[in-house]
């Protein structure tokens, strides 16, 4: 109880602070109000949305955690932890003129500090070319994947998380740059078109980072009654350094250890992913899926992903069940350097970066999870999420855990229970 007395406690103070950031906009957007004609709607709307779970894994040799970029610690860490899910949401939008809008949204949620330092999630300018062609600027939601926009508003999703196996794939979910936005129709299927160029730098560790540059990406959202598919796909130069040690030190082991840091460093590796994904919502209940490919080209993994969910609503009650896979198209392990005729002072530096290699290899998620879970929409902008994870790491992969400690081992069943609450401002 005195751990979660004190989650609550920091949490609230983070929730503070960003109420605080956003409030300092306030002033900007009111005198814009006081310009134009009192009887017009205000300019400026705030909102926000916010998510607070706790999260029980039965592995006690890693942590279960949504994604590597905000980790959680159930499991290994902490029996339970509430951490994994929690977050907090500010966003103000402000319309300048029938053309002319801006957007800022702050999220609260654990980085690689181990902290809820708010960090700005969106941040462009929209110009309104004409009522089918809008341009951004600025910071901008990643289009990729059937739910991507807005992965992060739990409250939108009728599960506690999206299935970790599709969307850890991409734990980022924004870019700096431009994109551009067409809105056109064939018959009765109403269709938004979307290509965005950027880039986005984001710190790992305190001395390593992963940058994307050269960032493109292409969305095609059709809609016709209750029927929505979207079509996604991007490429980009990714170079993560946070391997960059080992790999230089394979490098001083002559050609083979060459050709292996060629092979599986992330050093400015073209990267490329590819999903379709649809769902089927006439109103009583819900049928969605996606599949996805992703190959990186490097020890983060070649991998086709996929899911498919569906539930039924009676009246505030929503069950619903999942099934998620993650298949490896490539080694999750490696023999690397052959220590035969190596000097005998060098065969164990070999053999512990042959060690190290591996360990990274085994981190590509070869997993499958079935899930099942019950939303219970409580009142107007609130629900509370219970959910059952069991998922299975196989092939000697980790799956999507992390802080995997030695006594870890992949092949068996995992299971995770979750509870959550949502709301909507």
């Known amino acids: 109880m005195l751990k979660t007395r004190l989650f609550l406690r920091r949490f609230h103070r983070r929730l503070v602070a960003c109420g605080f950031a956003m409030c300092a906009l ?219 040690p080992l790999f230089d030190a394979y490098r001083q082991f002559g050609p083979a250890g060459a050709a292996l840091a060629a092979k599986y460093d992330v050093d400015s590796k073209r990267t490329s992913i590819g999903a379709i994904g649809f769902n089927c919502d006439p109103g009583n209940w819900f049928l969605m899926g996606e599949i996805g490919r992703m190959n990186t080209r490097s020890y983060i993994g070649d991998k086709t992903v996929v899911y498919l969910s569906g539930g039924y609503r009676f009246g505030d009650l929503t069950p619903y069940v999942t099934y998620a896979r993650a298949r490896v198209h490539q080694a999750t392990s490696d023999a690397g350097l052959s220590t035969a005729g190596l000097p005998p002072q060098f065969a164990p530096t070999a053999a512990y970066l042959n060690g190290q290699l591996n360990a990274l290899l085994s981190t590509i998620a070869s997993q499958r999870t079935a899930t099942a879970g019950v939303r219970w929409d409580v009142m107007r902008d609130r629900s509370l999420k219970l959910q059952f994870d069991r998922l299975h790491p196989q092939g000697g992969s980790s799956g999507t855990l992390i802080n995997v400690q030695p006594s870890f081992r992949s092949g068996h069943s995992i299971y995770v229970v979750s509870a959550m609450l949502d709301f909507v401002y």
């Open 26 to 244: 306030t002033p900007l957007c009111v005198g814009a109000q006081q310009i134009d004609d009192s009887a017009k709607p205000p300019p400026w709307r705030f909102g926000a949305y916010g998510s607070l779970g706790v999260v029980h894994s039965s592995e006690s040799a890693a942590d279960f955690s949504a994604n590597g970029i905000n980790p959680g610690r159930a499991g290994a860490s902490h029996a339970y932890a509430y951490d994994v899910d929690s977050r907090l949401a500010a966003q103000v939008d402000l319309m300048l003129d029938a053309q002319w809008s801006a957007v800022l949204q702050v999220v609260s949620e654990r980085d690689l500090d181990h902290d809820f330092t708010p960090a700005v999630e969106w941040a462009n300018v929209k110009y309104r070319y004409s009522p089918e062609l809008s341009v951004r600027l600025g910071r901008i939601a990643l289009p990729i994947f059937l739910i991507g926009d807005y992965r992060k508003a739990s409250y939108a999703l009728p599960w506690v998380r999206p299935p970790v196996e599709v969307y850890s794939t991409l734990p980022v979910s924004n870019s700096d740059g431009i994109d551009a936005t067409y809105s056109w129709s064939a018959g009765k299927v109403k269709n938004i078109s979307q290509v965005s160029f950027g880039g986005t730098d984001l710190r790992t560790t305190a001395t390593s980072r992963a940058r994307a540059r050269q960032l493109i990406g292409l969305s095609n959202t059709s809609v016709m009654g209750f029927l929505t598919v979207r079509a996604s796909a991007m490429t980009t130069t990714l170079t993560v350094d946070i391997a960059k």
